[in-house]
């Protein structure tokens, strides 16, 4: 027993347990009940009241710069003024961001960078005013202070009656002692008031302002996602700048993929066929050598070098059919992925559901996904069968590769599924993994089609 114990308290002495304990026991409170005592709201009431004196800077500026700038366009000074207010649009942003980040967990990318075409001051004035974003930090500065008034009203409304009604019991005894009233009073006139003075009033007082408080998070909440979509949609990235950011990446990783295949190619063909064929020319100069001293002898060593040939010529063909089988291109991923399957050390059943053939790029790219998981598959999985299933669904080419193997394949372990995503991510496809541990496993990949 004694060892028991102490086992128990070395176990509850850890860190770790202490911290899933604690979080245990907090959550056994409904999540409706703890939201007002929660930091999640105190960050967003905070957010919420700073918005109002933030917005009101804001929109002054905003309002008073760009007048001032428009107003003297009629002469050269407007330009800079204009550009200015712009910049000055742009910090706000800036601020902004760096304020929802910090109170409400949203993390905003900035948006695209100035470019002026030189180093002068001319070129940087004229990336302000061409810059959209720019822009859209202007429209976000002026809608920032009506936005921030309705919000800061409400949330001060709800936040303040909703704790002062519910905590009303406690400090109802300090009317009768320091103000000389009986209470709250709700109407006064002449001869007649009414106060909340006897438990029954009290107490409906009291669960008013219980429901009040547990209704503030929510309002809290449905205010704070507007500023969340005014901070998401006006001061981040454009969706043309963060589509090009994306096909940046996937070109870069394109790029990468094709010069590690080409690194592959040249290994396997230094260490393979090439190999092979200069033992292979080694062999036959000896042959020819003892070709008219020992004849037996050198139709031995032809023999053997007819041997490597026939190495040399399959490593050939392997190779060939990792750069593009010639069963790809003559009769498409059906016959391509049977022959993939045939040759897997575990029985796989193929089903191919296409009515015509998608690009030559789609189908290659197919073909190697498919090859890669099988391979993972005979190595890793333990599996006794498996399945590919290929089909079309609207304008997306859908791959399945199942096993009943151990499972725990995962995408974030580093392996070679992780290669394999950003692969399919460079054509903006797609791969999902469901391998629970003790299998079965499930790999999806989705591919867009393109006739």
Known sequence: MATEYGQGYARMDRPDFRAADVEERRHRIPAGLRAPVEARTLRELCYTVLSLPIGIFAFVLAVTMVSLGAGLLITFIGIPVLAGALAACRGIGALERTRARA?????????????????????????????????RNLLYCLLLMPWAIFSFTVAIVFWTYGWAMLTYPLWFWLFPLYGGQDGIQLYGGDGHQIYLD?????????????????????????????????????????????????????????????????????RD??????????????????????????????????????????????????????????VLTDRGLDAALSALAARCTVRVQVEVDLTSRPAAAIEGIAYFTVSELLQNVSKHSGAGQGTVDVWRTEDRLMLQVTDDG???????????LAGLAERLDAVDGILVVDSPPGGPTAITAELPWRA
Request: charged content about 25%; aromatic content about 2%; glycine content about 10%.
């Open 103 to 135: 109170l409400l967990r949203l993390d905003v990318a900035a948006p695209e960078p100035l470019r002026p075409a030189s180093s002068g001051p001319m070129s940087h004035i004229g990336a302000v005013l061409k810059s959209g974003a720019s822009w």
């Open 198 to 266: 006897n438990p029954f009033e009290i107490g409906v007082t009291a669960a008013t302002g219980l429901l009040i408080t547990l209704a503030t998070p929510w309002i809290l909440r449905a205010l704070t996602t507007v500023d969340r979509l005014m901070v998401h949609g006006l001061l981040g990235p454009s969706r043309l700048a963060t589509r090009v950011v994306e096909l940046e990446s996937d070109r870069g990783v394109v790029v990468d993929t094709a010069a590690a295949d080409l690194r592959r190619i040249e």
């Open 269 to 326: 063909l230094h260490d393979g066929a090439q190999a092979r064929l200069v033992a292979l020319a080694m062999d036959l100069g000896l042959a020819k050598e003892k070709l008219t001293e020992d004849p037996e002898a050198a139709a031995r060593m032809v023999d053997e070098a007819h041997g490597e040939v026939k190495v040399a010529l399959q490593e050939l063909r392997d190779l060939a059919r990792g750069i593009h089988p010639a």
């Open 406 to 416: 151990r499972g725990g394949a995962d995408v974030s372990a580093g392996s070679g």
